[in-house]
């Protein structure tokens, strides 16, 4: 590889994104699939078998709600973005595609902005289509690492290239020193996507002035906090902007040897890793004399043994080094002695995905961006009660507030907004009083949560707190590595108490108990998963504290969560006998006669809900 | 070899100077302030995994104070440590109650908790049966690292985590060398040693005995002197004796050389 | 000749490879049998006590045999939120096994992840390469019963 080869990538890249002829890229990110993307792919591939339009696959534009969704690029115009879509609908407007016409039907917008140019200048509007920077979940995000996602191939390099792929890279072994890199890394202010915000240029470093022979860089894909898929969604739709990162970091720090750890319920973005590093390599972009440098550098792939613990660093590279994930003590940190003993640097996927950019942008431009504590953009993903759950990135210092309600369209359903959880099971729960709280690293800390590696759990009225609090502890006593007391017992012991609450079993001193205990799993425990546990039980005391005073002394759950605390009975006055619950039910138990008023027998009733979820009268109800 | 860098710590309001690393639990130990304990032993690198031995600790800056466990903690210049502050007996008392509800009748926890206020019922028993194990581990580090007889390992993980022997191993790798009953602090390794037998039921041990050419009694199992046998450079007949008669027969004169 | 030569000879035969080989095996069989497991302790020179801890320890593994049809349950936030430990009573009361069995006639096991990343069709599962979204309860007998035929 050298930068001929690079130039000429580029153009063929250039033509890649923009071809003379029509083409459909279909968005193939897990979530897509999972939503029926395959069968409009394949049903794609069968009718344009003898067609000139180019069928590619392309990864996720974010907004996971509509999907399936396509991009249908006609020569000479923005790109269109197609949602909701099934194969009848597809059949429909494949036509209109095949004759260059763009209908409105099903379309959310076109990609118009000049973050989509690419070097296409001319490109005429779509007529009568919605524009991206017009659509409140688009208009107010600001895409860099997911900048790529959803509009290139991923698996072709040249798409890449085209995008300004390597080009830092190349910059960067031709021209500067690798103190050079890690300055820059250091004014940029990045800090650790992960959930640490660890800042990076320290990290590194600190690593590159351990005297040793070896040093390793990894990459922390095992995104264990359940609800975040931000990390999937980069490796599935732009995996060498990962790469690229991990390369200019492994030069920077003086490692040849990188690992990617994913988890191992990720198969499809590991498949997408292991294409993209033998891409790579075949273009002498890993290996031996990158750009004809004297620097080499080659990456594993590491696949988790389904352990969140295992996102911790040192449980991490005890799984590397085929042991058990068992944290250890961190008086040494990994950064002097990590992986075989030797320096290591681990970041998260996202923090690697900024790197490339940190160097295209410039720190200045790169800086202006976020907060004076937290710089740059924050990819999140939004579920829950939300109205369009999908993944966003938007720049540090945007409020909750404006990202649920004005990016993710807000509560559904004329539910009213409750809280809001970040950081995963490590994190806390934050009431609607403070959604003007700005996301920075700090600012969230402050208020007994974390940023976590992003995902923001969205919780409407129907949400118990205290139910949150024992789910979050529920899971995390299964993921306990076992090794220290304070976790493996306080956990076991503070979801005990949790779960009484839960059933209406509370004793009188629980609540000096808890407090306690959380205090001691805090404070005693070896890593960060013990320690950070009670977060979500403490945040939730701390700002729905009558929630578990209702649950104690009364024995209510008045969000109608915890199923010890409320019963299901059918309604006289809306029950109209059509014996729909009857039918559904699949513990027999609800007797009625048609047109009669049915009644539910608790003895028999497992509270299971289907009778409330089918029930169209309104007529079952929590009591 | 140069000389090692020395730091001043100061220890429950005493000063000690200590070469710099040196485990606070060690240091402490210099000035005569025993930290309890029930996951270290001398033998072993420390594991920090039991918490007992958490001590308050403060940074030179006086900025930062924090609680860490002192077994692994290394000493720097200026650190400031208290191993009894409320907040430390505290979380003491919390470890012990917790550790009580898997092993609430180990005698060392028993006189723990009297030191420090502890209850027996504070929290959920859990119920392990007659074990009184708490998963300090010591047997299977013993096992595995200094004898390498691996016998025994853990298993799963959380609060499910347990001391096993997987597929009855033990009954095949086990010597009956008693070195992790030695270790365990809580004296959850039952066994059985009989003249002809010595045995640890949950761990499928069932290993002869050697007996006593002088004296009769049995003393160590037939297994455990065939390793030592292959390791250590001794008379044949020095075997055959159990320590105490082989200590007689050195004092009478016996033309016997040294082990080391 | 051990029978797990092919994978064995596709990793350095080296304790670190332990995750990454049993990774393997538990592909190509479906569970880790005592066998298979001894067999690795002896290919890799690690004692069969820590192929032991290391294979109890992680998910991934199981030293049972699951159903021919896995289905994995998605317990993460959202689907919690949605109805997921609704979902996976469900499961077992329809499949007739409780937590960690296969069923009588082999066919299906139920397991619970830790998010598969598909939040927004929360209630979500997988049963081998097909992800099942926004899952009504009363839908659950129907999708089972296409593996059933």
């Given at each position: 590889?050298?930068?001929?080869?690079?130039?000429?990538?580029?153009?063929?890249?250039?033509?890649?994104?923009?071809?003379?002829?029509?083409?459909?890229?279909?968005?193939?990110?897990?979530?897509?699939?999972?939503?029926?993307?395959?069968?409009?792919?394949?049903?794609?591939?069968?009718?344009?078998?003898?067609?000139?339009?180019?069928?590619?696959?392309?990864?996720?534009?974010?907004?996971?709600?509509?999907?399936?969704?396509?991009?249908?690029?006609?020569?000479?115009?923005?790109?269109?973005?197609?949602?909701?879509?099934?194969?009848?609908?597809?059949?429909?407007?494949?036509?209109?595609?095949?004759?260059?016409?763009?209908?409105?039907?099903?379309?959310?917008?076109?990609?118009?902005?000049?973050?989509?140019?690419?070097?296409?200048?001319?490109?005429?509007?779509?007529?009568?289509?919605?524009?991206?920077?017009?659509?409140?979940?688009?208009?107010?995000?600001?895409?860099?690492?997911?900048?790529?996602?959803?509009?290139?191939?991923?698996?072709?390099?040249?798409?890449?290239?085209?995008?300004?792929?390597?080009?830092?890279?190349?910059?960067?072994?031709?021209?500067?020193?690798?103190?050079?890199?890690?300055?820059?890394?250091?004014?940029?202010?990045?800090?650790?996507?992960?959930?640490?915000?660890?800042?990076?240029?320290?990290?590194?470093?600190?690593?590159?002035?351990?005297?040793?022979?070896?040093?390793?860089?990894?990459?922390?894909?095992?995104?264990?906090?359940?609800?975040?898929?931000?990390?999937?969604?980069?490796?599935?739709?732009?995996p060498f902007r990962v790469l690229e990162g991990m390369i200019i970091g492994a030069y920077a720090v003086g490692s040849s040897n990188g690992y990617i750890y994913v988890r191992a319920e990720y198969p499809q973005a590991v498949e997408t890793l292991k294409r993209s590093i033998n891409i790579l390599r075949e273009n002498s972009l890993l290996g031996k004399h990158i750009f004809g440098s004297d620097f080499?550098?080659?990456?594993?792939?590491?696949?988790?043994?389904?352990?969140?613990?295992?996102?911790?660093?040192?449980?991490?590279?005890?799984?590397?080094?085929?042991?058990?994930?068992?944290?250890?003590?961190?008086?040494?940190?990994?950064?002097?002695?990590?992986?075989?003993?030797?320096?290591?640097?681990?970041?998260?996927?996202?923090?690697?995905?900024?790197?490339?950019?940190?160097?295209?942008?410039?720190?200045?431009?790169?800086?202006?961006?976020?907060?004076?504590?937290?710089?740059?953009?924050?990819?999140?993903?939004?579920?829950?009660?939300?109205?369009?759950?999908?993944?966003?990135?938007?720049?540090?210092?945007?409020?909750?507030?404006?990202?649920?309600?004005?990016?993710?369209?807000?509560?559904?359903?004329?539910?009213?907004?409750?809280?809001?959880?970040?950081?995963?099971?490590?994190?806390?729960?934050?009431?609607?009083?403070?959604?003007?709280?700005?996301?920075?690293?700090?600012?969230?800390?402050?208020?007994?949560?974390?940023?976590?590696?992003?995902?923001?759990?969205?919780?409407?009225?129907?949400?118990?707190?205290?139910?949150?609090?024992?789910?979050?502890?529920?899971?995390?006593?299964?993921?306990?590595?076992?090794?220290?007391?304070?976790?493996?017992?306080?956990?076991?012991?503070?979801?005990?108490?949790?779960?009484?609450?839960?059933?209406?079993?509370?004793?009188?001193?629980?609540?000096?108990?808890?407090?306690?205990?959380?205090?001691?799993?805090?404070?005693?425990?070896?890593?960060?998963?013990?320690?950070?546990?009670?977060?979500?039980?403490?945040?939730?005391?701390?700002?729905?504290?009558?929630?578990?005073?209702?649950?104690?002394?009364?024995?209510?759950?008045?969000?109608?969560?915890?199923?010890?605390?409320?019963?299901?009975?059918?309604?006289?006055?809306?029950?109209?006998?059509?014996?729909?619950?009857?039918?559904?039910?699949?513990?027999?138990?609800?007797?009625?006669?048609?047109?009669?008023?049915?009644?539910?027998?608790?003895?028999?009733?497992?509270?299971?809900?289907?009778?409330?979820?089918?029930?169209?009268?309104?007529?079952?109800?929590?009591? | 070899?140069?000389?090692?860098?020395?730091?001043?710590?100061?220890?429950?309001?005493?000063?000690?100077?200590?070469?710099?690393?040196?485990?606070?639990?060690?240091?402490?130990?210099?000035?005569?302030?025993?930290?309890?304990?029930?996951?270290?032993?001398?033998?072993?690198?420390?594991?920090?995994?039991?918490?007992?031995?958490?001590?308050?600790?403060?940074?030179?800056?006086?900025?930062?104070?924090?609680?860490?466990?002192?077994?692994?903690?290394?000493?720097?210049?200026?650190?400031?440590?208290?191993?009894?502050?409320?907040?430390?007996?505290?979380?003491?008392?919390?470890?012990?109650?917790?550790?009580?509800?898997?092993?609430?009748?180990?005698?060392?926890?028993?006189?723990?908790?009297?030191?420090?206020?502890?209850?027996?019922?504070?929290?959920?028993?859990?119920?392990?049966?007659?074990?009184?194990?708490?998963?300090?581990?010591?047997?299977?580090?013993?096992?595995?690292?200094?004898?390498?007889?691996?016998?025994?390992?853990?298993?799963?993980?959380?609060?499910?985590?347990?001391?096993?022997?997987?597929?009855?191993?033990?009954?095949?790798?086990?010597?009956?060398?008693?070195?992790?009953?030695?270790?365990?602090?809580?004296?959850?390794?039952?066994?059985?040693?009989?003249?002809?037998?010595?045995?640890?039921?949950?761990?499928?041990?069932?290993?002869?005995?050697?007996?006593?050419?002088?004296?009769?009694?049995?003393?160590?199992?037939?297994?455990?002197?065939?390793?030592?046998?292959?390791?250590?450079?001794?008379?044949?007949?020095?075997?055959?004796?159990?320590?105490?008669?082989?200590?007689?027969?050195?004092?009478?004169?016996?033309?016997?050389?040294?082990?080391? | 000749?051990?029978?797990?030569?092919?994978?064995?000879?596709?990793?350095?035969?080296?304790?670190?490879?332990?995750?990454?080989?049993?990774?393997?095996?538990?592909?190509?069989?479906?569970?880790?049998?005592?066998?298979?497991?001894?067999?690795?302790?002896?290919?890799?020179?690690?004692?069969?006590?820590?192929?032991?801890?290391?294979?109890?320890?992680?998910?991934?593994?199981?030293?049972?045999?699951?159903?021919?049809?896995?289905?994995?349950?998605?317990?993460?936030?959202?689907?919690?939120?949605?109805?997921?430990?609704?979902?996976?009573?469900?499961?077992?009361?329809?499949?007739?096994?409780?937590?960690?069995?296969?069923?009588?006639?082999?066919?299906?096991?139920?397991?619970?992840?830790?998010?598969?990343?598909?939040?927004?069709?929360?209630?979500?599962?997988?049963?081998?390469?097909?992800?099942?979204?926004?899952?009504?309860?009363?839908?659950?007998?129907?999708?089972?019963?296409?593996?059933?035929?």
């Open positions: 590889m050298n930068k001929e080869i690079l130039d000429g990538l580029k153009q063929e890249g250039l033509k890649a994104i923009y071809p003379k002829g029509t083409k459909i890229s279909v968005q193939m990110g897990t979530c897509g699939r999972a939503s029926g993307a395959d069968e409009i792919y394949r049903m794609l591939e069968k009718e344009l078998k003898d067609s000139s339009i180019i069928l590619k696959k392309t990864g996720c534009l974010g907004l996971c709600e509509r999907e399936p969704m396509l991009n249908v690029f006609i020569p000479g115009q923005n790109p269109v973005v197609y949602v909701d879509l099934k194969p009848k609908i597809v059949a429909e407007l494949l036509p209109f595609w095949k004759k260059g016409e763009t209908p409105e039907k099903n379309s959310l917008m076109q990609l118009n902005g000049k973050e989509f140019q690419t070097n296409k200048k001319g490109l005429k509007n779509a007529p009568g289509i919605k524009k991206y920077n017009e659509i409140p979940f688009y208009k107010n995000q600001q895409k860099i690492v997911l900048g790529n996602c959803g509009f290139i191939d991923p698996d072709n390099i040249a798409e890449y290239v085209a995008r300004g792929g390597f080009s830092v890279l190349y910059d960067i072994l031709t021209n500067k020193k690798p103190e050079d890199v890690i300055d820059t890394v250091d004014s940029s202010g990045l800090r650790g996507r992960g959930g640490g915000g660890f800042p990076a240029g320290k990290k590194w470093r600190t690593c590159r002035n351990v005297p040793a022979k070896t040093r390793y860089v990894i990459c922390n894909a095992d995104e264990g906090d359940p609800g975040a898929y931000m990390d999937r969604t980069i490796i599935e739709g732009d080499s550098f080659d990456i594993q792939i590491n696949k988790g043994g389904g352990a969140f613990v295992c996102g911790e660093s040192t449980a991490l590279m005890a799984s590397i080094e085929g042991k058990v994930g068992e944290p250890r003590t961190k008086h040494i940190h990994t950064v002097v002695s990590g992986l075989h003993d030797c320096p290591t640097v681990l970041n998260n996927v996202e923090t690697w995905g900024n790197v490339p950019a940190i160097f295209s942008m410039g720190v200045n431009n790169y800086t202006k961006m976020g907060t004076k504590g937290s710089k740059g953009t924050k990819v999140f993903s939004v579920v829950g009660n939300v109205m369009n759950n999908g993944l966003v990135e938007v720049p540090m210092g945007m409020s909750l507030n404006e990202i649920v309600n004005d990016v993710a369209g807000g509560v559904p359903e004329g539910k009213k907004l409750k809280a809001v959880q970040t950081g995963g099971p490590s994190g806390g729960c934050i009431p609607v009083a403070l959604m003007d709280t700005p996301v920075d690293f700090d600012e969230l800390t402050k208020l007994g949560s974390m940023m976590g590696s992003g995902g923001l759990i969205v919780m409407d009225e129907n949400s118990c707190m205290v139910e949150v609090a024992r789910y979050f502890l529920s899971f995390l006593v299964e993921e306990s590595c076992g090794k220290c007391t304070p976790c493996r017992e306080g956990n076991y012991q503070l979801l005990k108490i949790l779960e009484r609450l839960t059933k209406g079993e509370a004793r009188s001193d629980d609540m000096e108990t808890l407090e306690e205990l959380c205090h001691t799993i805090q404070n005693a425990s070896l890593c960060a998963l013990g320690k950070s546990a009670p977060s979500p039980v403490l945040s939730t005391i701390k700002y729905f504290r009558k929630e578990y005073e209702e649950h104690i002394h009364d024995k209510k759950c008045n969000a109608g969560v915890c199923k010890a605390l409320f019963e299901y009975e059918i309604s006289t006055e809306n029950c109209t006998g059509c014996k729909l619950c009857l039918k559904n039910c699949p513990y027999e138990a609800i007797t009625g006669k048609k047109d009669e008023v049915h009644i539910i027998h608790k003895d028999k009733c497992t509270k299971c809900g289907i009778c409330f979820d089918v029930c169209t009268f309104d007529a079952v109800m929590k009591v | 070899m140069g000389k090692e860098e020395l730091v001043k710590v100061t220890i429950d309001d005493q000063a000690i100077k200590v070469p710099k690393g040196t485990t606070l639990l060690k240091a402490a130990k210099k000035l005569g302030i025993d930290i309890p304990t029930l996951c270290f032993h001398e033998s072993l690198p420390p594991q920090g995994s039991c918490r007992l031995c958490v001590v308050e600790i403060t940074d030179k800056t006086g900025k930062w104070t924090w609680i860490d466990a002192s077994c692994v903690y290394p000493a720097s210049e200026g650190l400031s440590v208290k191993t009894n502050s409320p907040s430390v007996v505290k979380h003491r008392k919390t470890i012990i109650e917790l550790l009580l509800s898997k092993a609430p009748n180990a005698e060392i926890l028993l006189n723990l908790a009297e030191k420090y206020g502890a209850s027996k019922t504070r929290y959920t028993a859990i119920d392990q049966g007659e074990s009184n194990c708490i998963l300090c581990a010591l047997c299977v580090r013993t096992c595995n690292e200094i004898i390498g007889s691996h016998a025994i390992g853990t298993a799963e993980r959380g609060v499910h985590k347990k001391v096993i022997s997987p597929f009855n191993i033990a009954g095949d790798n086990c010597i009956g060398c008693t070195a992790c009953i030695h270790v365990c602090p809580t004296g959850a390794i039952k066994s059985k040693i009989g003249k002809e037998s010595f045995e640890i039921e949950d761990w499928g041990v069932n290993l002869k005995m050697a007996t006593c050419s002088s004296c009769k009694k049995p003393f160590a199992t037939a297994v455990h002197l065939e390793k030592l046998k292959s390791q250590v450079n001794l008379k044949n007949q020095l075997w055959e004796m159990c320590p105490e008669c082989r200590r007689s027969a050195n004092k009478v004169g016996t033309s016997y050389s040294p082990i080391i | 000749m051990s029978i797990l030569k092919p994978i064995l000879d596709m990793h350095p035969p080296t304790s670190g490879s332990l995750i990454a080989v049993l990774q393997d095996v538990q592909d190509e069989y479906n569970y880790l049998s005592e066998v298979n497991l001894k067999e690795v302790a002896v290919g890799l020179g690690v004692p069969l006590q820590q192929v032991y801890s290391v294979a109890t320890f992680y998910n991934a593994f199981s030293l049972k045999p699951k159903g021919i049809h896995v289905i994995q349950v998605c317990l993460g936030t959202a689907c919690h939120l949605k109805g997921a430990s609704q979902l996976n009573e469900e499961l077992h009361h329809n499949i007739d096994i409780k937590a960690g069995e296969v069923s009588e006639d082999g066919l299906f096991s139920v397991e619970g992840v830790r998010c598969l990343g598909c939040c927004s069709l929360a209630p979500a599962m997988r049963i081998g390469d097909i992800t099942y979204g926004h899952i009504k309860l009363n839908k659950i007998n129907k999708i089972l019963n296409k593996y059933r035929s």
